[in-house]
């Protein structure tokens, strides 16, 4: 990404949050050649913290990249901050209404017009005790499905020393270790074509996240992974936590 492309107020953020975020943190990373340099590409990363967005949003600038995230459509219409992540190509997203399937489609003309959009395929925060991922939502393979982009897995561990889901504690301390790696494309070749059924996507889903959990697995040492984890349910079948994803 040329850094004299980016505008005013995506350098304004810039100027404003990375001294921020290299003071904070002591970052260990690597795989960036995996992100590409230029072109659509969706970025799925694993969700662990509320800290989340800064790191990844970090290390794919530094790669060269600008970071497109979803956000709450009503988080637009807030004076003066809609203004600024509108103009910093932030995507507007419509959850839990019959709009939703605009959110596909702003989605889809993101990364069609060469965008990195960044996007957590469980939908919050993981709720697995050692914040290990979810089973996920349909979103990102939706969004593969139709786009055809490259399908870049990131994972982090450390964003929760710096804000912690499970006590609500932040971390104030400078040089928080954080550690994010990205890897190759994800092949979901087999599916290239197909029609978005429930099966295709629920399994091309399964395969975004077993590879999420993997490379967490291997940035921690740790070579036993467990499955993939879901919500416990309320007794009404709804889970105890709702998820914001798009599909």
């Known amino acids: 990404m040329a850094r004299r492309r980016l505008g005013f107020w995506r350098r304004f953020v810039v100027v404003l949050v990375k001294p921020v975020l290299t003071g904070w943190t002591k970052r260990a990373w690597t795989g960036m050649e995996h992100i590409p340099a230029t072109g659509g590409a969706i ?3 694993n969700h662990l913290s509320h800290a989340d967005p800064v790191v990844v949003g ?49 989605l889809v003309t993101a990364v069609k017009d060469g ?12 709720k697995e005790p050692g914040l290990w991922p979810m089973k ?3 979103g990102a393979a939706r969004l593969a499905l139709t786009t055809g982009a490259p399908v870049i897995p990131i994972v982090m561990d450390g964003p929760q020393a710096m804000f912690d889901p499970r006590t609500g504690k932040v971390g104030l301390r400078p040089r928080i270790p954080v550690r994010v790696t990205a890897g190759p494309p994800i092949d979901l070749a087999k599916w290239a074509g197909s029609a978005p059924t429930r099966p295709t996507l629920d399994a ?27 919500p416990p349910r309320k007794a009404g079948g709804a889970p105890v936590t709702p998820s914001g994803d798009p599909a």
Do not use: N
């Open 43 to 45: 970025i799925v990363a």
């Open 58 to 106: 970090h290390y794919v600038y530094d790669a060269g990249r600008w970071p497109s995230f979803l956000a709450k459509a009503s988080v637009f219409r807030v004076p003066v901050i809609g203004y600024i992540i509108a103009r910093c190509q932030q995507i507007p997203v419509e959850r839990g209404t019959v709009d939703a399937a605009r959110s596909l489609d702003s």
């Open 204 to 230: 091309m889903t399964e395969e975004i996240m077993l590879r999420l959990r993997d490379m967490l697995a291997e940035l921690r040492g740790e070579t036993d992974p467990p499955p993939l984890w879901s």
């Open 136 to 138: 996920g939502k349909t």
């Open 115 to 126: 965008s990195s959009v960044i996007i957590y395929p469980e939908g919050t925060t993981t």
